[in-house]
């Protein structure tokens, strides 16, 4: 097993970790199924194994260190993201609207996504 696939599977269950809470709040209208999560972590999985492949000497051998800074904004966004769905201040309203903005749906984007919420949840 390379290097770069340890990091991945580490990354997925670091990932998994965050995400299990989710499941728990599964009653509440501010919510992310599943088969998003999994949507989105494959994208995420996929868009930052090509920036470290991108920024490596070796391509066959990516340096784990691009990897994880490409990680990093995503897993953050995704632990303020169960905040925010815990948080009575963080309207459905709010939440729907932001989801909308960062076509997540498309693009799996949670610190854009997180970002919109923080500014929005902010001005009430």
């Known amino acids: 097993m390379t290097l770069i696939q340890r990091c991945l599977i580490l990354s997925a269950a670091?990932?998994?970790?965050?995400?299990?809470?989710?499941?728990?709040y599964a009653a509440q209208p501010k919510d992310i199924s599943q088969a998003e999560m999994d949507t989105a972590q494959q994208m995420i999985r996929q868009h930052c194994t090509n920036v470290a492949i991108k920024q490596s000497d070796n391509p066959d051998q990516p340096d784990t260190a691009p990897y994880q800074a490409c990680v990093k904004p995503y897993v953050d966004a995704i632990g303020a993201m169960v905040n925010y769905q815990r948080d009575p201040a963080v309207t459905l309203e709010i939440w729907s609207d932001c989801r909308r903005a960062s076509n997540f749906a498309t693009t799996g984007d949670f610190p854009v996504w997180a970002s919109c919420i923080g500014q929005r949840s902010q001005k009430k």
Do not use: D, E, R
Not at 14 to 24: D, S
């Open 14 to 24: 670091w990932l998994a970790l965050i995400l299990i809470p989710a499941g728990a």
